[in-house]
């Protein structure tokens, strides 16, 4: 987890630079609502990797279906983000689908 939360915050971090700039939206307020979200899920997605080992793929398709929703409403709520709910959601969804999809091949 000490390792993967670092790179996480980053790569999502630079994702979500691109899109507030792209769209339009609050640079600042995204990336710390961003950086507050990780610091929740990636520690949920830990606990619930080391509780639950023997099912290591199932767990981690389960969690981070469940860490795109969360987000998602994390980012919604966060008025100050200026993102409605469909946004939210699409912005959560390239973030993890990011992270995720270059986390998987770093030797981590």
């Given at each position: 987890?000490?390792?993967?939360?670092?790179?996480?915050?980053?790569?999502?971090?630079?994702?979500?630079l691109g899109?507030?700039?792209?769209?339009?939206?609050?640079?600042?307020?995204?990336?710390?609502?961003?950086?507050?979200?990780?610091?929740?899920?990636?520690?949920?997605?830990?606990?619930?990797?080391?509780?639950?080992?023997?099912?290591?793929?199932?767990?981690?398709?389960?969690?981070?279906?469940?860490?795109?929703?969360?987000?998602?409403?994390?980012?919604?709520?966060?008025?100050?983000?200026?993102?409605?709910?469909?946004?939210?959601?699409?912005?959560?969804l390239i973030?993890?689908?990011?992270?995720?999809?270059?986390?998987?091949?770093?030797?981590?």
């Amino acid at each position: 987890m000490i390792y993967s939360l670092p790179i996480t915050i980053l790569i999502e971090g630079l994702v979500c630079l691109g899109y507030s700039i792209g769209n339009k939206k609050p640079i600042l307020s995204i990336f710390i609502t961003s950086l507050l979200a990780n610091l929740i899920t990636q520690s949920l997605l830990w606990i619930a990797l080391n509780i639950f080992f023997q099912y290591y793929l199932l767990t981690l398709f389960i969690a981070e279906i469940l860490i795109w929703l969360i987000e998602s409403l994390i980012f919604y709520r966060f008025r100050f983000n200026q993102l409605s709910m469909k946004e939210s959601i699409l912005l959560s969804l390239i973030i993890n689908l990011s992270s995720f999809g270059i986390g998987w091949f770093l030797p981590i």
